[in-house]
């Protein structure tokens, strides 16, 4: 059958690295074999807590033959006048026979390059045993695994992210005989940990994954992962709930059984007056827990765990893990009723005395600002300003709380929960945890307009303090998340609507810092640069064309909601039939206009239209201007785009009947003053000629 079968057997694996190392041993070997020239079928992987496995199907026993060039002395290096070869020739020649070759002059031939011409040998090299290169083949894809910190293991010189134990290496039901991290190969390897630990002989490569699952392990990381999702279900549907499994929490827990078995157990009900993100939190990082919920998504008082062991006493597996959780669902009770000794505000206090940032204050001066900052935006967007006050003051202050200071992904959360509990208004409860949407990208946008503004205010105070003080995130570092703050404020006024400008924001958010920024006018520019900087990564996720984004930054719109509103017209547009002479005019009167040696007029003297086309374009423009102004001053962008698309025709004959740089010189200004309005009319909307079409 030609299967290679090769296996690393190690001692337990780093769970949360486990997928990540099975994939990128799969690509290694994959690049490797390629640039060996080893044909082969396809790569199979396996991966276990004690094991990294490939089985590589149908692999050819050798490479192919190939031809190869040797190449020699320049030719005038190589022979003399009379044609013969020089010393330096002969030692080619000299060297090639020592090879076995039995070669004459004749037998040479020339090559050339960028440098010259030279002699060279063209000689068959005929193809090597695959058996015998393949151990230096995985060596080098173990050497290039992504493995942060390597360790050794007692005397042993070779390094892995964990100390390996054996290593089995099998074409078929051989063992190709090699040493690989140290160790020799072999064709024995070990069942499940506890339920078979002893080695047995795998009789052949092909029955690799067969023989494992008889000895209690699921090799396929996808098979155990079906079978752990399968069985959590089942358990699930049993107490018609809903089990919550986070991607990265279902691969670090396939990652940690060779032999899933689920099972259910639960805690005692009166847990779940504690918010239910702080028991979601502990039972799933600390324990590994699917949390079960009902259908609206409240948090049942049971947990499925996986089980890397089939007791027969299973009812005594789920005591013990009931008795591990129930000491940890306990201090979070703790702390949830310590914090509520005293209100939300009053914890304000601590954040007095801790730094938000060494040149930009305290945590509760930010608070200040973003309450100002807050009611500033509410009065444009109608909110209630009172409401966006007492949610900026409010907004930071569960960061005091015993809850965060043991669970700081719950920050925002655990302040709506105290702000419900001590009668807060609806919305200012309920702002404080949507202050951090989006959180990441595709997240849930705010919901309240008190939510929408303190998220807001929040990204725009961090981007205007921390450009103020010089720290511009650079390429591989942004410790402040400004490039995702500024993606959050762009998809919160396009996606919510909010026809806000950029300009009376930031302007606003320096307004807060008073004196403690060097330079206002620099980072206004600064941050309005990198905000304008993100529209283009933002679109490009959507499927917009580069040109398309370029067309509109070309104008710089202020106000991202407008900026979304051209970008979907011109993307519309460039599938009309006149689009691509359009473009391409504009680009000819941008051109014309960028070479015009002196200052172009403002206005267009109708006295100097003297050629029939020039006369056309005039009319065609006071039309196009009196159809478009309307529409534009509606946003209605499309709309404008379809009434510019008239001028395609009276631009065409413009450009094929009139000569705009007349020997007159009242001509030729009356002509450029003409072109240039005709460009700010299309810069309107957009600069269409930057449209690749």
């Known amino acids: 059958m030609n299967t290679i079968l090769f296996e690393l057997g190690c001692e337990e694996l780093p769970p949360k690295s486990l997928k990540t190392l099975q994939n990128a041993l799969q690509d290694n070997l994959s690049q490797s074999l390629g640039e060996q020239n080893i044909a082969f079928d396809e790569i199979k992987t396996f991966s276990a807590p004690r094991r990294l496995a490939v089985q590589i199907l149908k692999v050819a026993t050798a490479t192919p033959d190939k031809m190869e060039i040797k190449k020699g002395p320049n030719i005038k290096a190589s022979f003399d006048e009379a044609g ?37 040998y063209e000689m068959s090299v005929k193809g090597e045993k695959v058996d015998d290169i393949l151990p230096k083949i995985i060596q080098k894809a173990l050497d290039e695994l992504p493995i942060a910190k390597r360790m050794r293991s007692g005397e042993d010189k070779h390094e892995f992210v964990r100390p390996v134990k054996w290593v089995v290496l099998m074409r078929d039901e051989v063992v190709i005989p090699a040493t690989i991290q140290g160790l020799k190969t072999d064709n024995k390897t070990c069942g499940h940990r506890y339920h078979s630990p002893a080695f047995f002989v795998l009789d052949n490569a092909d029955n690799y994954e067969k023989l494992l699952e008889n000895h209690q392990v699921i090799a396929d990381f996808a098979k155990r992962q079906a079978v752990i999702t399968e069985q959590v279900k089942k358990l699930a549907d049993e107490v018609g709930a809903t089990a919550i499994v986070p991607e990265d929490l279902l691969d670090e827990v396939t990652a940690l059984v060779d032999y899933p078995v689920a099972l259910r157990a639960s805690f005692d009900e009166g847990f779940l007056q504690v918010p239910q993100e702080a028991l979601i939190s502990t039972m799933q990082a600390d ?33 013990g893990n009931e008795k591990v959780v129930r000491p940890r669902l306990a201090d979070a009770q703790f702390f949830f009723l310590q914090d509520q000794k005293r209100p939300l505000f009053a914890l304000s206090e601590n954040l007095k005395t801790r730094i938000f940032q060494d040149k930009l204050g305290t945590i509760w001066e930010k608070c200040e600002r ?16 009172d409401n966006a006050t007492r949610a900026g003051l409010l907004s930071k202050c569960d960061l005091a709380s015993t809850l965060v200071g043991e669970f700081p992904e719950l920050q925002g959360i655990a302040g709506t929960y105290y702000a419900r509990l001590n009668n807060e208004p609806s919305e200012v409860a309920e702002s404080i945890a949507e202050q951090y949407l989006p959180r990441f990208a595709g997240d849930d946008l705010p919901k309240t307009d008190i939510g929408v503004c303190l998220a807001l205010a929040d990204r725009l105070d961090t981007m205007v303090g921390i450009f103020g003080i010089g720290q511009v995130p650079t390429g591989s570092k942004d410790p402040f998340s400004l490039r995702r703050a500024s993606i959050g404020i762009l998809r919160i006024l396009i996606e919510k609507k909010i026809a806000l400008n950029l300009v009376a924001l930031i302007e ?65 547009f460039k599938n009309e039939p006149s689009a691509k002479t359009l473009a ?69 004959q413009f450009f094929d009947n009139v000569m705009v740089n007349a020997d007159d010189v009242n001509l030729k200004a009356n002509r450029l003053a003409l072109l240039k309005q005709v460009r700010q009319l299309f810069l309107s909307v957009a600069d269409v000629g930057e449209l690749v079409l």
């Open 584 to 652: 391409q005019n504009n680009k000819r009167v941008a051109n014309i206009l960028a070479k015009a040696d002196e200052g172009i007029l403002a206005d267009i003297d109708e006295r100097l239209l003297t050629e029939p086309a020039e006369k056309a374009l005039f009319t065609a423009l006071v039309n196009a201007k009196n159809a478009t102004n309307p529409r534009i001053a509606q946003a209605d962008y499309k709309g404008a785009l379809n009434e510019l698309a008239s001028l395609d025709t009276p631009l065409t």
């Open 287 to 319: 324990q590994k827990y699917f949390c079960l919920t009902d259908n609206a998504g409240k948090l049942l008082p049971y947990f499925v765990f996986v089980s890397n062991i089939d007791s027969k006493d299973k009812s005594q597996v789920i005591k």
């Open 370 to 385: 973003i309450a100002k900052l807050s009611a500033f935006i509410a009065t444009q967007t109608h909110a209630n300003v």
């Open 84 to 120: 013969e070869l020089t010393k330096a020739g002969q030692g080619f020649l000299q060297g090639l026979n020592a090879t076995g070759l039995n070669l004459t002059k004749d037998d040479l031939i020339t090559v050339s390059d960028k440098k010259g011409e030279y002699i060279a």
């Open 508 to 572: 606003q958010a320096l307004k807060g810092y008073g004196n403690k920024l060097p330079n206002l006018a620099k980072t206004f520019t600064d941050v309005m640069e990198f905000i304008n900087a993100r529209y283009r990564a933002m679109y490009e996720e959507q499927g917009v064309a580069v040109d398309t984004i370029l067309a509109v930054q070309a104008v710089n719109p202020h106000m991202p909601l407008d900026f979304d509103d051209r970008i979907w017209a011109v993307q519309g």
